[in-house]
């Protein structure tokens, strides 16, 4: 089946720092979400992005679907940014599937 | 406020109990999920439904038991389940077909097995 990489595993900065957060994909997708999961495990959608750029506030993504990747941009970083963020596959077919990566846990410290 | 709705937050239960998880999306989506997240696992895929239809059943322990009765409710059936399965619940919806959507999560059932 498809497989879905997120790196770094881990990251920690500080407050103010900008960050680049990786997804890769090994099979085409139909669309990509990230999302971000808040401490008490909420996830919380940031893009639905199959291909392009897409901003909103500090947050930006890009996705290129024809080199099967996309990364999400984190700009000064605030401490309520801390979190997992997951990148997730939309595979359309005779049942529609979402495949998440392992996330990405960002630390941001004050 | 979600569009998905998930009951109870919080459950623990002994492994002779029956208990259930429920689900309701005021968003109008055709499709609903199923997600188990386990402490340092990805979300694993447990069942998806379509138009109310059981479409994808991921290799899950009989154990577990989904119901969707109409496009808005889904259950998870819970009976005779093990420590192991201790883990974040999360139900999805979404829109599938004409008009697909991004899928929105609820906020989880956190379940310890005891």
């Known amino acids: 089946g498809i497989q879905v990489e997120q790196s770094p595993p881990d990251l920690i900065l500080q407050e103010g720092a900008n960050s680049t957060l990786r997804c890769n994909f090994s099979?085409?997708?139909?669309?990509l979400q990230w999302f971000h999961q808040n401490p008490w495990g909420q996830l919380i959608n940031l893009f639905y992005?199959?291909?392009g750029t897409k901003q909103n506030g500090r947050l930006s993504a890009t996705t290129v679907a024809t080199e099967r990747y996309s990364l999400l941009y984190i700009s000064s970083s605030q401490t309520t940014d801390s979190g997992v963020y997951f990148c997730?596959?939309?595979?359309?077919?005779?049942?529609?599937?979402?495949?998440f990566g392992s996330g990405t846990r960002l630390s941001i410290r004050p | 406020e979600t569009g998905v709705t998930q009951t109870p937050r919080h459950l623990v239960m002994g492994m002779t109990n029956k208990k259930s998880l429920k689900c309701e999306q005021h968003?109008?989506?055709?499709?609903m999920y199923w997600y188990k997240q386990s402490a340092k696992k990805p979300l694993e895929l447990m069942f998806v439904?379509?138009?109310?239809?059981?479409?994808e059943n991921n290799s899950v322990p009989s154990r577990f038991s989904p119901e969707c009765p109409n496009s808005s409710h889904l259950f998870l059936h819970l009976h005779t389940l093990q420590p192991e399965d201790s883990a974040l619940y999360l139900c999805?919806?979404?829109?599938?077909?004409?008009?697909?959507?991004?899928?929105?999560f609820g906020q989880g059932t956190r379940l310890t097995v005891v």
């Open positions: 997730a596959v939309l595979l359309y077919s005779s049942a529609s599937k979402i495949i």
């Open positions: 968003l109008g989506h055709n499709a």
């Open positions: 439904y379509s138009l109310e239809e059981r479409v």
């Open positions: 999805a919806s979404s829109q599938e077909g004409q008009g697909r959507t991004e899928a929105f």
């Open positions: 099979d085409s997708v139909n669309n």
């Open positions: 992005i199959p291909s």
